[in-house]
T-cell receptor
Framework: GENVEQHPSTLSVQEGDSAVIKCTYS??????FPWYKQELGKRPQLIID?????GEKKDQRIAVTLNKTAKHFSLHITETQPEDSAVYFC?????????????FGTGTKLQVIP | IAGITQAPTSQILAAGRRMTLRCTQD?????MYWYRQDLGLGLRLIHY???????GKGEVPDGYSVSRANTDDFPLTLASAVPSQTSVYFC?????????????FGPGTRLTVL
């Protein structure tokens, strides 16, 4: 089955600096890669996603890159702000056996220090 | 529009008791999912349903059952709760079958089994 590894597990950055979270996946069938942000005690919320036919996608201060050959994808947050502090999950997804199989990484706790 | 809701918000349960976690969505999504979230393990799929009347097993289905009598509701039942089922449970839904694979999560239910 699919295996998603996420690094680092914790990340501390100064406000205004950039943060990068990296994920690797094992199954070449994965073709959709969402990123979720989860604040303490709240639900995971989609912040950005990328499909396998795209190499990079940006949304304001957030960008995601995908390298299909190497089977890795990354989340980049620029000009970090204290409200970016949360746990971030990557995921790899594809349809298999009649349902959307989503495998999540184990999360990265990002702390932005004011 | 509420989106996706779960009940109860939290529950403390004695081992051996039966418990049903409720999930309702008003987005007319055809696919629904139940995940459990444990520290260090990320989100793991328990059961899923592609459409009303059908269900399937995920990664960690043992000790849980689901039903999907209609599009909106997807309850999760623990027939005889055990302490290892202490976790935060998230319901999610998606519009499977289109190019939109994004899963939207409910607010979660924190369950403690003593």
């Amino acid at each position: 089955g699919e295996n998603v590894e996420q690094h680092p597990s914790t990340l501390s950055v100064q406000e205004g600096d950039s943060a990068v979270i990296k994920c690797t996946y094992s199954d070449s069938a994965s073709n959709y890669f969402p990123w979720y942000k989860q604040e303490l005690g709240k639900r995971p919320q989609l912040i950005i996603d990328i499909r396998s036919n795209v190499g990079e996608k940006k949304d304001q201060r957030i960008a995601v890159t995908l390298n299909k050959t190497a089977k890795h994808f990354s989340l980049h947050i620029t000009e970090t702000q204290p409200e970016d502090s949360a746990v971030y999950f990557c995921a790899a997804s594809f349809y298999s056996g009649g349902y959307q199989k989503v495998t999540f990484g184990t999360g990265t706790k990002l702390q932005v220090i004011p | 529009i509420a989106g996706i809701t779960q009940a109860p918000t939290s529950q403390i349960l004695a081992a051996g008791r039966r418990m049903t976690l409720r999930c309702t969505q008003d987005m007319r999504h055809n696919a629904m999912y139940w995940y459990r979230q444990d520290l260090g393990l990320g989100l793991r799929l328990i059961h899923y349903s592609n459409t009303a009347g059908t269900t399937g097993k995920g990664e960690v289905p043992d000790g849980y059952s689901v039903s999907r009598a209609n599009t909106d509701d997807f309850p999760l039942t623990l027939a005889s709760a055990v302490p290892s089922q202490t976790s935060v449970y998230f319901c999610a839904s998606s519009e499977m079958g289109t190019h939109t694979d994004t899963q939207y999560f409910g607010p979660g239910t924190r369950l403690t089994v003593l």
